[in-house]
C-alpha cells in the first residue's frame, strides 16, 4: 500500500497564508486522483479538495473555493494545497488521501490517507 507524508502544518494568524505537501512513497498514484480532507476536533472528517491524475479536475469544498488552490507534481509524486486567506474555521488536522480511482476522490475511494499534519490559525 503506498505511503503518504504530510509536511506544511503550522501555526498562523487569519489572513496568513500556508502550502501543505504530501509526498507519496510510490509512482503509482500518478496514475490515480489525490486531494485533501481535514478534520477540526469534535467534527467529523470532511472532503476539502481533489485533483485528478493527469492535473485536471479540480474539486474544492465550498468552504475554501477561491482561497484554496491543489496542485500535483506527478514527476515528484506530491500533491500540494495551497491555503491562502486562512480564517478561523481553517484550524484541523489535514490528511492527503489517495484515490483507488483516477478522477474522483471521496472517502469511499480513498486507498491510502496519510497521518495528518495540524494547522491552527488563531486571531
Known amino acids: 500500500q503506498v505511503q503518504l507524508v504530510e509536511s506544511g502544518g503550522s501555526s498562523v494568524q487569519v489572513g496568513d497564508s500556508l502550502r501543505l505537501s504530501c509526498k507519496a512513497s510510490?509512482?503509482?498514484?500518478?496514475?490515480?486522483?489525490m486531494g485533501w480532507f481535514r478534520q477540526s476536533s469534535g467534527k467529523a472528517r470532511e472532503f476539502v479538495a481533489s485533483i485528478g491524475w493527469k492535473g485536471s479536475n479540480a474539486r474544492y469544498a465550498d468552504s475554501v473555493k477561491g482561497r484554496f488552490t491543489i496542485t500535483r507534481d506527478n514527476a515528484k509524486n506530491t500533491v500540494f494545497l495551497q491555503m491562502n486567506s486562512l480564517e478561523l474555521e481553517d484550524t484541523a488536522v489535514y490528511f492527503c488521501a489517495a484515490s483507488r480511482h483516477s478522477i474522483a476522490l471521496s472517502t469511499q475511494t480513498v486507498q491510502s490517507w496519510g497521518q495528518g499534519t495540524q494547522v491552527t490559525v488563531s486571531s
Open positions: 510510490s509512482r503509482t498514484v500518478s496514475n490515480n486522483a
